[in-house]
């Protein structure tokens, strides 16, 4: 007996070539007129964002110092908030609705939210233990069919740690450096929620994590296999951007393909609908990686780590390329050891993207102070970065770099209202955040504790999550 349905079609082939043997049935389909396989559509979005932003109120926020996010600064300024949205900005003489919640910013600095472009919250999470080590699918060089989305723990007491520490309004959350390629990335709001699609930035591009130098050839040198060197990273990656350039070529020509989630991600990459990340610390690899996407047509957003970006700071900028750094983070590896902690101004100086990022759990909830140190820095060596100028580290860079920038990461009519005030200049290591909205939503308020998010998995902790 024939069972299944691979075994019913079996069993009307047998039939239908019985019929035609015996002279009945009409045409009988000669091999080369069998019809072309159509080529399969793949969604591009299986995991679409079901975030809504919370309830607003229409607010005003005057006589407050304003950082623009793009540079700008407005002394005794005022900002109106209203549907979720940033309506105007301007100075003491603006028109001021009246039927508004009035906050008195005296003293007090207003910026857009800080956005962290290299986080692994969610994938990381508190408590650092194994069981949520899920951030580095080590098994094979290059895994770009993970996503990190699928590892992020809504419930991470980090998240709201950076909201309310560190005024951190989005965030991307990338896999870890073992491998070439770690996967795609996702781009978060930082609101509760019980689901990561909740948190999901909408229409967010996603990344493609890379990675070059130490850490792939120490995983999987060590395991005995390629890559094992600086040449052998090369090679791997060469030979995966061979194999995804001759996918896409399918596609485009619209001929079938097997579906290959892995090839799926780079093809991506290769349209630009995808932007590469790629954790690299030295300026010469940087210059071969540009080299290499060149070769096959992808282009890098951002080079993260990137301690030696000073060395090829006019390359970057001409290229059009990020850096995202940290301000004084050096020494504990080989390839981490030349940095210098002039490194962002040097960078900024030679009109490249300069961000600031954290990496770190902890870092994260502070890059309003990381930024303070570089600017210190650079003024040591006669570079004087102005605060207005100093907050583009941290705001509008890390959102172009994200492609997000049309939405947020400054404070511009129409743009999403992801506000942080702050009880006094943001680049002072005393100053805290002390109202975070996000979507013109406030998420925070240092005053209230009502408004002070924490996370499911801290209530009935000891210690934690008890606030008065």
Not at 185 to 200: A, D, E, F, H, Y
Not at 256 to 285: P, Q
Not at 309 to 335: N, V
Not at 358 to 382: M, P, T, V, W
């Amino acid at each position: 007996m024939i069972r299944g349905v691979k075994g019913s079609l079996l069993a009307a082939v047998s039939l239908a070539l019985v019929g035609c043997a015996a002279g009945g049935g009409g045409d009988v389909a000669s091999a080369g007129d069998k019809p072309a396989e159509k080529p399969v559509k793949f969604n591009k979005d299986p995991f679409p964002s079901t975030y809504k932003g919370y309830p607003t109120r229409l607010t005003v926020v005057k006589g407050v110092t304003i950082f623009d996010g793009e540079g700008g600064r407005i002394d005794n300024g005022a900002i109106v908030m209203t549907s979720g949205k940033v309506d105007r900005i301007g100075g003491p003489d603006m028109d001021l609705p009246t039927d508004a919640d009035v906050i008195d910013g005296t003293g007090k600095f207003l910026t857009p939210g800080v956005i962290d472009i290299h986080s692994h919250l969610g994938d990381y999470p508190s408590p650092s233990v194994e069981a949520h080590s899920d951030g580095n699918e080590a098994t094979s060089p290059t895994t770009p069919e993970v996503w990190s989305e699928h590892s992020v723990w809504p419930q991470d007491p980090g998240f709201s740690r950076a909201l309310a520490n560190g005024g951190v309004t989005s965030l991307q959350i990338l896999p870890g450096s073992a491998n070439l390629m770690g996967g795609r990335s996702i781009t978060l709001k930082n609101v509760p929620s019980r689901t990561v699609q909740g948190m999901k930035f909408p229409g967010a591009p996603y990344g493609l994590k890379m990675a070059c130098g130490e850490n792939p050839k120490r995983v999987y040198g060590g395991k005995g296999r390629a890559p094992s060197t600086r040449m052998g990273n090369f090679a791997v990656n060469r030979a995966t951007w061979q194999k995804a350039a001759a996918y896409k070529k399918k596609m485009d020509d619209g001929k079938a393909v097997d579906r290959d989630l892995a090839m799926e991600t780079l093809a991506g990459v290769l349209s630009g609908e995808i932007l590469v990340h790629n954790h690299c610390y030295r300026a010469d690899e940087m210059a071969l990686v540009i080299d290499m996407s060149k070769e096959f047509g992808y282009k890098v957003s951002t080079f993260h780590h990137a301690v030696e970006s000073y060395k090829i700071a006019d390359i970057l900028a001409k290229e059009g390329i990020c850096s995202a750094m940290w301000a004084d983070w050096w020494g504990f590896k080989m390839e981490a050891y030349d940095s210098v902690p002039e490194n962002i101004p040097l960078v900024y100086k030679a009109g490249a993207c300069t961000i600031v990022h954290s990496d770190d759990a902890n870092q994260i909830q502070r890059l309003n102070q990381e930024a303070a140190k570089a600017r210190a820095s650079g003024r040591r060596i006669g570079i004087d970065v102005s605060d207005e100028k100093a907050w583009t580290w941290l705001s509008y860079n890390p959102a172009k770099a994200l492609g997000i920038a049309d939405r947020t990461g400054s404070l511009k009519p129409g743009k999403m209202a992801d506000v942080v005030l702050w009880n006094g200049n943001p680049f002072s290591a005393y100053t805290r955040p002390e109202k975070v909205w996000i979507d013109g939503a406030l998420m925070f308020d240092a005053n209230d504790p009502k408004r002070r998010p924490v996370s499911d998995f801290e209530l009935g902790q000891p210690g934690e999550g008890d606030v008065k």
